[in-house]
């Protein structure tokens, strides 16, 4: 009993520990992410603060860490300039329920059809993304709005700074996990920084994390027809975002430690966040895959961990923000540097020759993609691409052996899937003016897909009878058959010995 309670004590220390690891992490994430979005840094924090609380506690997968997040920020940014902040908080609330209705209609489940060279693609991007985040913490905003490099002093000053944060996190864990390498290595840079009379950049220097606890706030729009059409466009865009980062995260962290999450309980958790979190004056969020990894690799596997982050992160606003305010941004950048080499997949330099082409090419793809533009027009286009490769890769494998069976009749032994890419090819493999009187087609080895091949049978058989011949087709599923009822009495069904095998028809419930 007693190796029990230790046991689990020991978790809950990994927790809470790591948890105040990812606070540190989340507090120039979240301002940095305000700026973008045009608000104030508060809004940020807020936001970090309530969909982190809430996701820890209802979001269905544990170790995951929830925030403000730049790829929604980069799409609030022209609601905000365009009508304010209150709009703003009116389309997170909206956003919350959109996800909410997606998790109850558990299209959660639709993670599963994203490839992994898509997921490969959306891992490799962000840590590009994360790295990139960082770089505008080594420049300085010159009077003419213009960006320079920091004075050489100052930026070697930084740079060793973040090496020695990236030490610390390297080597710490090889003598002890006693404490989370990433808190030990920011309170170590920290007093470095403090007692050495250094001058670098501090998370003060950034803006001010001091407040209030968020205050109820409905927002204060009219709630009309008008504002609808406003915010519903944006309210659709940010939900596809903020669920396809958090279901995707969930899964590289499922696949992390081998275990499985709820992606339609991660939905409703989110969406539940966002509501509370546009009602309590955040800008909204979503999965963060850096401070997710930051989690992960301290030791923070429960939802212990998440809530113990967001708390911290709420005593910081309220109690700690004169002292988290002397933390050097370098402490900070180094961590993130380490969550950008643990996250990017180097192994995917060693797929070029190892995988198809196609599939290296949408890894490439949907990193880029992401850099450039965001994580749900990646994934999207990723989907598609490799949706697209798969139909012409499989669209050149249909082809027909031929044979005189006793009756004299032609036989064509179809192999191969008959689907919308393999139509083309498929018509081309009969020669009906050539052909005999009696013409069989055997699809025991072959599987029709879809109403498109069910249109090209039909369209074949017009074609044989018009050159006065009969087509005989066998071993098709009752399925195909109920769907050639377009084509009457030209097509001649041979129905003995047909497998059990159907095709994708929406009537059918799988």
């Not at 809950?12 to 305000?34: I, Q, R």
């Not at 009219?222 to 669920?243: D, T, V």
């Not at 113990?308 to 941004?329: D, T």
């Amino acid at each position: 009993m007693f190796a029990l309670y230790y046991k689990h004590a020991a978790r809950a220390k990994d927790d809470v520990l790591s948890g105040l690891t990812v606070a540190l992490a989340l507090v120039p994430e979240a301002v940095a992410f305000s700026f973008v979005a045009g608000v104030h840094p508060l809004t940020g924090l807020y936001a970090a603060f309530m969909v982190g609380l809430i996701t820890a506690l209802i979001g269905g997968r544990p170790g995951m860490i929830s925030g403000a997040t730049g790829a929604l920020a980069v799409v609030m940014v022209s609601l905000v300039a365009s009508h304010g902040v209150e709009y703003l908080f009116a389309t997170v609330v909206l956003m919350g329920a959109l996800q909410i209705a997606a998790g109850l209609l558990k299209l959660g489940k639709f993670i599963r059809m994203v490839p992994f060279p898509v997921m490969l693609g959306f891992v490799n991007g962000l840590a590009i993304v994360i790295f990139l985040a960082q770089i505008p913490q080594f420049q300085l905003t010159l009077p003419d709005g213009s960006l320079s490099w920091l004075p050489k002093g100052q930026l070697g000053l930084m740079l060793a700074l973040v090496f020695g944060t990236m030490f610390i996190m390297h080597y710490l864990p090889k003598i002890t996990r006693a404490l989370p390498a990433g808190l030990i290595a920011i309170l170590a840079i920290s007093l470095i920084v403090i007692f050495g009379g250094l001058n670098t950049k501090t998370v003060g220097d950034i803006a001010s994390i001091g407040g209030g606890f968020p205050p109820f706030h409905i927002p204060g729009v009219p709630f009309n027809l008008e504002m609808i059409k406003i915010i519903f466009p944006y309210a659709i865009i940010l939900a596809a975002i903020g669920l396809i980062e958090s279901l995707l995260t969930m899964s590289v962290i499922d696949e992390m430690t081998e275990t499985r999450g709820k992606g339609n309980r991660v939905c409703i958790g989110q969406g539940t966040a966002n509501i509370f979190t546009g009602l309590f004056s955040g800008m909204g969020g979503c999965a963060m895959i850096g401070q997710s990894m930051i989690n992960i690799s301290s030791g923070g596997q429960r939802n212990l961990s998440g809530i113990s982050a967001a708390l911290f992160l709420l005593s910081f606003i309220l109690f700690g923000s004169s002292l988290i305010e002397m933390i050097p941004v370098a402490a900070l950048i180094g961590i993130m540097f380490m969550v950008v080499l643990g996250t990017f997949e180097w192994g995917s330099f060693r797929m070029i020759k190892r995988v198809p082409h196609e599939d290296f090419f949408v890894i490439v793809l949907v990193a880029l993609v992401t850099v450039f533009t965001d994580l749900a027009i990646a994934v999207i286009v990723g989907v598609i691409v490799s949706a697209l490769v798969f139909a012409w890769k499989h669209a050149k494998e249909i082809h027909a052996e031929t044979l005189i069976n006793p009756e004299g009749a032609k036989v064509y032994k179809l192999k191969g899937p008959l689907f919308f890419a393999s139509i083309h090819r498929f018509g081309e493999i009969f020669d009906p003016l050539k052909d005999p009187d009696e013409v069989v087609i055997d699809f025991a080895n072959s599987r029709v897909a879809d109403h498109s091949a069910i249109e090209a049978i039909d369209s074949l058989a017009e074609r044989y009878t018009k050159a006065g011949k009969k087509l005989h087709l066998c071993h098709l599923s009752m399925e195909c058959r109920d769907l050639l009822e377009k084509a009457g009495n030209l097509v001649e069904v041979n129905i003995k010995d047909d497998p059990q095998y159907h095709v994708a028809d929406d009537k059918l419930a799988f």
